[in-house]
């Protein structure tokens, strides 16, 4: 029969069909109804009700009836790349009036330079991945993009901050906030529209029992396979045999340099270290490995973005010490206080200290700064006072670490993994209290947050032997979406029994998320706990979402590291 003979009969009984499926759907709440794929046409007005802000959204988006989420969503990233561009031409010629800006002014405009050029790199990136592919990514590929569109929101909030702050002397606000304010609406639907079609409603889920210990090794000894004339090097120096131990999975060096402080290896500084490094390494080739001999560096460390997969092994904590005193009272900006400062993709320490000796007087002193995806610092120690740690952005692990400080002495918009780490609160002045974190996730669709696993929390020696009543919390929310977890970490009585501090009145309390999960300690009552819409105690299930294997995908990236770790709950 020929297939056209019947048109109208067809339509008919479609149509008849159509709406009965309508009125149903209507009616009984069928969940399915309601369901629809990414790739089916829906208005601008409707997908733009899946973002933070509709009509916003609306005003950007082409006014279509016929896109579906990854025509929508491509556009936003286009238009989200154009914007940067133009934001980045702002910022020069601004720059090019220094001459009429205070110091803290352009220390200001250069840190959002900085931030504005990673966030064009980092859309560049997503536009290859959305413009290649019109399905849901794998698990991998999705967690990748949603890093680097989370980052470009951070990075853009950071630059409003530093702007805010300086703002009372000048006039370059009033030219940035505007620009600031729509940038920040355009990443966030262009965030929330790549959430929606490309990332899977479900990742892998981290099992509930322990994942497998990579490399359950002690005091900071990595499994590193090198080449005869690099262990020769390597054994020369640091005195001490690689290790043996039997396993599949080795740390490929591809090659080593020597920093001493004599001058009878291959640097003196490690600056000069790392600008002998190789450029764009790729994670297949190895690391570049920096050896850093015992002693006190007296200087400011920045690891820049093209130094990839750079290893800094070092003789141990307090032996081998970073140090610096940048602090905000000095003049510097919270983001480029840090003594060490580190934005290459790959990046791992070993056995190192690193220090701010500002003191709680200077007010906010970063020790580190890292805003390096897929970093990774074991046996380290970080040490400072207000704002110690500076988990900027991007995908981080901490793997028996130390750190010491005051007031949100951890801080910062990474997805951030701390494990086997111990904190360790200082006296502040006589007018502070004591906040180990205070995350700053601005946007619900960011895939960051701190994850605190299996720690150790207990006062530093100042404080303990301090006659002052300190108050001293799990941390405040510094900005909206707040969010932190401690699970099975030990709390000593030191932590208030409310657990957790305001920021400002009721700002974030209910759109913030804290938990706290099977944690052990006189600190660890939850019975008094604050009871913010946003705070909750948690059960394995939901602890499970911020483990090693779910909340960073870390079994995809740290095997290479050789650095110990597990993937699930203990």
């Known amino acids: 029969m020929n297939s056209t003979a019947m048109p109208s009969k067809l339509f008919f009984f479609s149509s008849i069909f159509t709406l009965f499926f309508f009125v149903f759907c209507l009616f009984a709440s069928v969940p399915s109804c309601a369901d629809t794929s990414p790739s089916d046409p829906v208005s601008t007005t409707t997908i733009c009700k899946s973002t933070p802000y509709p009509s916003f959204c609306k005003s950007v988006l082409p006014n279509n009836s016929s896109g579906n989420v990854y025509d929508y969503g491509r556009f936003s990233v286009r238009k989200s790349l154009s914007s940067a561009n133009k934001f980045l031409s702002l910022i020069d010629k601004y720059l090019l009036r220094s001459s009429t800006l205070t110091p803290s002014a352009i220390a200001a405009l250069q840190d959002c330079r900085f931030l504005a050029q ?307 609160p200082r006296l502040p002045m006589s007018n502070q209290f004591n906040a180990i974190t205070a995350q700053g996730r601005t946007d619900p669709n960011q895939n960051t947050g701190i994850s605190i696993e299996n720690c150790t929390i207990r006062a530093a020696d100042d404080l303990a032997s301090s006659s002052l009543t300190i108050k001293t919390y799990l941390g405040r929310p510094w900005k909206e979406y707040s969010r932190t977890v401690y699970m099975q970490s030990f709390m000593d009585r030191l932590i208030d029994p409310a657990g957790w501090s305001e920021w400002s009145g009721d700002f974030a309390l209910s759109t913030l998320y804290y938990a706290e999960f099977n944690n052990t300690g006189p600190g660890s009552d939850t019975s008094k706990r604050v009871t913010w819409a946003g705070y909750h105690v948690i059960n394995a299930t939901n602890a499970a979402n911020f483990t090693v294997s779910n909340f960073l995908l870390g079994d995809d990236w740290l095997p290479p590291t050789g650095v110990p770790y597990y993937g699930g709950l203990l």
């Open 118 to 424: 990673l966030n064009i790199d980092f859309l560049l990136s997503s536009g290859q991945t959305v413009n290649s592919t019109a399905s849901t990514l794998p698990d991998t590929k999705a967690d990748d993009v949603q890093t680097m569109l989370s980052a470009i929101l951070t990075n853009i909030q950071t630059c409003f901050d530093g702007i805010q702050v300086t703002a009372s002397a000048w006039s370059v606000k009033n030219g940035l906030s505007a620009p600031i304010a729509n940038d920040t609406k355009l990443f966030s639907v262009s965030l929330a529209l790549f959430t929606k079609g490309w990332v899977p409603k479900k990742k892998k889920n981290a099992s509930k029992k322990p994942g497998r210990t990579r490399f359950a090794l002690q005091n900071g000894k990595l499994p590193l396979k090198m080449s005869e004339r690099q262990k020769a090097i390597y054994e020369s120096v640091s005195n001490r045999k690689l290790l043996q131990e039997s396993v599949s999975e080795q740390v490929l060096v591809s090659d080593i340099v020597v920093v001493r402080q004599d001058g009878s290896q291959n640097f003196t500084t490690i600056n000069d270290a790392v600008a002998a490094a190789p450029n764009n390494t790729k994670a297949a080739n190895g690391y570049f490995l920096i050896y850093v001999t015992a002693g006190v560096y007296e200087e400011y460390v920045s690891i820049p973005k093209n130094k990839k997969y750079l290893m800094m092994i070092g003789d141990g904590i307090n032996q081998t010490v970073i140090t610096g005193n940048h602090s905000y009272v000095d003049g510097w900006t919270t983001f480029n206080s840090a003594t060490f400062a580190v934005v290459a993709q790959g990046f791992v320490a070993v056995n190192m200290t690193f220090r701010n000796t500002a003191g709680a007087i200077k007010h906010q002193a970063v020790a580190v700064r890292s805003g390096a995806d897929l970093s990774t610092f074991y046996f380290c120690s970080f040490e400072g006072y207000q704002d110690t740690l500076y988990v900027h952005s991007l995908r981080q692990f901490y793997r028996d670490c130390d750190i010491y400080g005051t007031v949100d002495f951890i801080f910062g918009n990474a997805a951030v993994v701390f494990q086997n780490c111990n904190m360790h």
